[in-house]
């Protein structure tokens, strides 16, 4: 027996490489090492999102509410300088009560009814042509020849109403009243002819129960 053989627990002597027979060498765990070395890029990364985000997040907001506070700014003016006017033809029987025939194919119609136990009254505007104008007039039993040039035949008051600029300085402005018995309408009707081809009719038709 040698003396390997009678102690067996002895430790064996490094190979010439210095790799121990039985495991790794004393320099520690290499899956250790590539872990930590590993870790940072992604911290940094990680970091550099978190920190985008906190800038990007806020400015964002900031953006969105300037946006919707602009376009309520913008939707504020219009209603105010609406005031109350509805886009459109007015219906068949409004137009047949207060005797407002507005004429086929016209533009930028707008109307507004206001009732009491007194009076009720329908504003309404268009845009139309000459045939259209004279078409309009001769429905309600009149003509062109009835408009009196330069004169506004709408009160300031009935204009304030619905956001009316009408009697302005600088435009060509044309009107005439039409006053029937009770209980048909009273007309008051006033028109631009800025553009001739295609005046503008601004109407107020009041029928007293």
Known sequence: MTAAEQRPGAPMPPAADGRHP???????STSGGSTSGGGRP???????????????????YLVISAIQSRNGGEEKAEAASAKGL???????????IYDVPVPPHSKKVAFYETNSWK??????????????????????????????????????AQA??????VGEAGHDWAGMELKQKDPQ?????????????????????????
């Open 22 to 28: 039985d495991g790794p060498t004393s320099g520690g």
């Open 42 to 60: 992604s911290r940094r990364w990680l970091k550099a999102v978190i920190v985008f985000l906190l800038i990007a997040i806020p400015a964002g």
């Open 86 to 96: 509805s886009a459109g033809y007015p219906t068949r029987v409004q137009r047949r």
């Open 119 to 156: 009076v009720s009254s329908l504003y309404v505007q268009f845009v139309t042509d000459r045939d259209g104008l004279d078409s309009f007039l001769h429905r309600i039993g009149t003509g062109r020849s009835a408009l009196d040039k330069g004169k506004v035949t709408i009160t300031g």
């Open 160 to 165: 304030k109403k619905v956001g009316w600029q």
């Open 185 to 209: 309408p009273k007309l008051r009707i006033t028109v631009k002819f800025d553009n001739p081809a295609h005046p503008k009719v601004y109407v107020v038709s009041t029928v007293t129960p």
